[in-house]
């Protein structure tokens, strides 16, 4: 069973910064992909940033110049380090990782359980 615990969410003034994380656990082999997405209520869940095999990191364009993203694969862990947080940052904010799991051969896909970032005006 692998399980991604986010933490790291909450409230903060827009100019802000707040640092998320993401600590995969379980029988875990390799893993592949490490990310973020976020929903803000009403919206669809977008991607914000992830990093492919600790070499590629993708962002949104909303959050290029203010986000990082980046990886301990010692600890198969993720960091978000969110600088500049802006009130359209508000969103609930999932960590996502694709990975091999022990004993398997394909990669699968899996989620955390949400971490609430509030940015106030």
């Known amino acids: 069973q692998v399980q991604l615990v986010e933490s790291g969410g909450g409230l903060v003034q827009a100019g802000g910064s707040l640092r998320l994380s993401c600590a995969a656990s379980g029988s875990i082999f390799s893993i592949n992909v490490m990310g973020w997405f976020r929903q803000a209520p009403g919206k669809q869940r977008e991607l914000v940033a992830r990093d492919i095999s600790g070499r590629i990191t993708d962002y949104a364009d909303s959050v290029k110049g203010r986000f990082t993203s980046s990886r301990d694969n010692a600890k198969n862990t993720a960091y978000l380090q969110m600088n500049s947080l802006k009130p359209e940052d508000t969103a609930v904010y999932y960590c996502?990782?694709?990975?091999?799991?022990?004993?398997?051969?394909?990669?699968?896909?899996?989620w955390g359980q949400g971490t609430q970032v509030t940015v106030s005006s």
């Open positions: 996502n990782a694709i990975l091999k799991v022990v004993g398997e051969m394909q990669w699968r896909e899996y």
